[in-house]
């Protein structure tokens, strides 16, 4: 081995007895440079990694359970169940919808609400790490409640006891049928149809029929039970009008000035904060994302508007989320839309998030029910995270580039120095040099380009990103969802990079080692 070696140092030399030739400096510089700028793209792109990664999970919890309807009302029961499942450390409900909240003239939509459960939170989300200013405590008043399912005025249990009340049955008992008789099925009756009988049977309960040509008189037979007497009231029609007008005193139109005034909780978002011009303290008013009104569940239902207290304000350094995401109290949340006690999903945190996937799966394999299904934190952001992961290989791939050019200036070098060093080549076979010695000669020259140009290489792109990460690179929050250039230092990155240009210079002198080794001496002097 030592032959080889020091036939390679000597033919690195200058002729001018420099340290090295000019060939040799510019293999090693085009190598450097190459390792220099992947492994500080590799850094940079593993940073915006990272840095999404944990904006999201400080936010977000890391396993979802969701159901195939609007009505979780269960999931008391299946938070119970799921506490035994290995790896889940916290446990929560939560309950989000879109919505518009409005503070004095200034208006923001698409803002998500979330409702959680303030004794639960801290267990799933890293919401607490994330205040900036104020704090959660108050997010759920005192004595407070999970809102009751509104019935509808419409809906067929009220419209069948009010037919109930018209025949003179009790509501509660249940309707009875003579011995031995069968009620004939009835045909369904339209829906407007149906609706104007619904009406009428709420609105005059007991009120008995009558003949449309025959307009009730005084002279007529009424049913036992119905009301007598005069419709005209006492003193007749003539009213007075009182010597003061009483103008009733205008609604305040800020519930938050009164200090009497109890109001719910609600953390926002730097963002949105100052997008809305609010501080801690300051009343925001939240109002479900429906234009006029709706015919929901047979009943006819306004947009749902409630005034909140902002308690404090959170900085998860990722735009998309300090302008678009409020936290409220759970049953608060719920009180907007007309489902009771029902959440959105049960949302989970794991000890080890990698392994967020397979504990998904053993959740989903636990339920075994078609009704209910798992998202890890990575399918749930499935498009963002698979667009950073593609960027970050196509990136390392162009630039990788870099470094094979630099393996054929360290090809074209050792091409030059094959060329250039024929006759002594072939003085040396001729003098009893192996085959293998020169090939492993010129492959050592060639090793030695690619090993030094890493290690330089490799110094230069850990000076950038210490660099980088120093001056923290300024970025605009809008356009790139965080405020600075993230930047990841991982050794097996470098480690990577480094064996990589290593292996791509030493498969560039394998050519000319192997010309070079198949050199006949005849030959070579023949050309002299």
């Known amino acids: 081995m030592g032959f080889p070696i020091d036939l390679a140092l000597r033919y690195m030399r200058s002729k001018r007895r420099g340290f090295v030739s000019v060939g040799t400096a510019f293999a090693v510089i085009g190598v450097a440079l190459g390792v220099c700028a992947l492994t500080t793209v590799i850094a940079v792109t593993g940073g915006f990694r990272k840095e ?111 037919r109930e009340k018209a025949a003179g049955r009790s509501v509660d008992s249940p309707p009875t049928a003579e011995i031995g008789s069968a009620a004939p099925p009835q045909e369904p009756k339209p829906f407007l149809q149906q609706l104007a009988q619904d009406m009428a049977a709420d609105e005059l309960p007991g009120a008995p029929s009558l003949p449309e040509d025959d307009p009730p008189g005084l002279d007529d037979d009424l049913p036992a039970g119905a009301p007598q007497g005069s419709i005209v009231p006492e003193g007749g029609y003539e009213s007075t009008l009182p010597e003061d007008d009483l103008i009733p005193l205008p609604e305040n139109p800020d519930p938050c000035s009164v200090k009497e005034s109890v109001l719910p909780g609600i953390v926002i978002g730097a ?90 799966a053993d959740i989903e394999e636990r339920l075994s029910n078609g009704i209910y299904h798992t998202m890890d934190w990575e399918e749930l952001n499935h498009g963002l995270f698979t667009a950073l992961r593609i960027q970050q290989i196509m990136m390392s791939l162009i630039l990788a580039l870099i470094i094979v050019v630099a393996a054929f200036t360290v090809l074209a070098t050792l091409i030059i120095v094959v060329l250039d060093k024929r006759k002594e080549i072939a003085v040396l076979k001729a003098m009893g040099a192996t085959n293998s010695a020169i090939l492993r000669a010129f492959i050592y020259q060639g090793g030695i380009i690619g090993a030094f140009g890493t290690a330089l290489g490799l110094a230069l792109g850990y000076a950038a990103c210490m660099a980088l990460t120093t001056y923290r690179f300024p970025l605009d929050p809008k356009v790139y969802f965080i405020s600075k250039l993230p930047v990841q230092l991982e050794w097996s990155a470098f480690a990577l990079v480094g064996a990589f240009a290593i292996m791509v210079c030493l498969a560039g002198s394998f050519w000319p080692a192997l010309h070079a080794a198949t050199l006949r001496p005849a030959e070579a002097f023949r050309e002299q």
């Open 52 to 162: 999404f990664r944990d904006k999201v999970l400080g936010v977000n919890a890391h396993v979802l359970i969701l159901k195939y309807s609007s009505d979780f009302r269960e999931y008391r029961d299946l938070i119970k169940k799921m506490k035994g499942v290995p790896g889940v450390t916290g446990i929560a409900p939560f309950v989000i919808n879109p919505m518009m909240v409005t503070h004095g003239e200034r208006t923001a939509t698409g803002v998500l609400l979330k409702g959680v459960d303030p004794e639960r939170v801290n267990q799933v989300l890293d919401l607490p790490r994330h205040i900036v200013k104020g704090s959660l405590q108050g997010l759920r008043l005192s004595g407070a409640v999970p809102p009751e399912r509104r019935r509808s005025k419409f809906s067929s249990s009220t419209s069948d006891k009010g």
């Open 271 to 360: 963002g949105l904060a100052k997008n809305l011009s609010v501080g801690i303290g300051g009343c925001v008013q939240v109002t479900s994302p429906t234009i006029g009104f709706t015919y929901v569940r047979g009943a006819i239902r306004a947009p749902v508007a409630k005034q909140f207290r902002v308690i404090a304000i959170f900085d998860a350094g990722f735009d998309q989320y300090d302008s678009k995401l409020v936290y409220t109290d759970l049953y608060e949340a719920q009180a907007f839309y007309d489902t009771g006690d029902s959440v959105t999903g049960i949302e989970m945190k794991v000890a080890d998030t990698d392994r967020a996937k397979e504990i998904a």
